[in-house]
């Protein structure tokens, strides 16, 4: 009787021995899974919430990046960084990565971008250089204004190459994956937009349009939203086109003129435009809010008067 319960419990004992290492695997794999920070996943409202400092990326071209066109007024970027620090989220970074000239396939693998304009001739391009080093919770990109030239298939190959190298870099060296935001090209002030937004679709061989960027955009985060990801679509083309209707004539004047280059680059109010819209996306508008206050025509006119000595308050 006991030589039998003795056989027992060393069986038993080694039962447990032998599955102790598939439950560490388990646990193991588990773990890993665990280690991922999904910010893709959770809404805006709840990484906002956050008591954890987050660092935001503002990716673009040279309306991201500003240049003098608002004579030194802010960029959409710097009044989202204003946004954050009045909401208390102080310890948060915004990183402004806009260079002038970028386009998609800038935003490539370092070792991929154009050799006439890719890491032989300026070591600061690529993707690795544009976002991912700097480890982003949240992600902004505004690109195709320098993507015009290309048919849709060419834009939409280079985009989605982006999005891809940007995921997988992101989730492989820094355990994350970041909250990405596609804002779409704004409208050139010469282009007869009017007219143009009343047609939903743009034939593939028709070249600069930034309508058939707008819906080549819209059309990719749709897909990889379906495909498990959570993307959000900025449509700054719509809203331009809205502001466009409600000023009429005075568009131009007040959006991509002084001291605009008064077709591609909005001026101050334009970049304030941007902002809102940007700030919409994210569900962070709020007309009461003082910094969701200020009038265009206030911009302009510090814009033109920047020695005044009036400040642009809010």
């Known amino acids: 009787m006991k030589k039998r319960f003795f056989k027992s419990v060393v069986a038993w004992v080694l039962a447990i021995s032998m599955a102790v290492p598939s439950m560490s695997s388990v646990l193991n794999a588990q773990a890993t899974e ?3 920070q999904n910010y893709d996943a959770m809404t805006m409202e ?7 400092s987050l660092t935001w990326v503002i990716a673009g071209d040279s309306i991201t990046h500003n240049g003098g066109w608002t004579a030194g007024l802010n960029s959409y970027g710097e009044w989202m960084e204003q ?3 009045d909401s208390g989220r102080g310890d948060d970074s915004v990183v ?9 396939e800038d935003y490539q693998t370092y070792e991929n971008t154009p050799d006439k304009e890719g890491p032989k001739q300026d070591s600061g391009m690529g993707i690795e250089n544009f976002i991912t080093k700097y480890n982003p919770d949240v992600v902004t990109i505004k690109l195709g204004m320098n993507d015009r030239y290309k048919t849709k298939a060419q834009f939409v190959t280079y985009y989605k190459q982006m999005l891809d190298s940007l995921y997988e870099i992101c989730e492989t060296e820094h355990k994350k994956i970041p909250k990405v935001i596609l804002l779409t090209p ?3 002030a010469s282009e007869n937009f009017l007219d143009d937004a009343k047609h939903g679709e ?3 061989g028709v070249y600069e349009s930034t309508t058939r960027q707008r819906n080549a955009l819209e059309k990719i985060v749709n897909e990889y939203n379906a495909a498990g990801k959570h993307l959000l679509f900025c449509d700054l083309r719509t809203a331009f086109l809205e502001e466009a209707q409600a000023l009429g004539e005075d568009y131009v004047s007040v959006f991509f003129q002084d001291p605009s280059d008064g077709a591609i680059h909005p001026n101050a109010a334009g970049q304030y435009c941007i902002f809102k819209t940007l700030a919409k996306t994210l569900g ?6 003082e910094i969701f206050q ?3 025509d206030d911009l302009v006119y510090h814009a033109l008067y920047a020695d005044s000595t009036e400040n642009v308050t809010y």
Request: aromatic residues 14%; hydrophobic residues 35%; glycine residues 10%.
């Open 294 to 296: 200020i009038e265009y």
């Open 34 to 36: 665990g280690d991922i």
């Open 96 to 104: 402004l990565t806009g260079w002038g000239g970028a386009a998609t």
């Open 202 to 204: 743009v034939a593939d």
């Open 83 to 85: 946004y954050l620090y």
């Open 284 to 289: 962070v508008y709020d007309e009461n809010k």
């Open 46 to 52: 709840q990484i906002l919430s956050s008591d954890e």
């Open 186 to 188: 704004t409208p050139i």
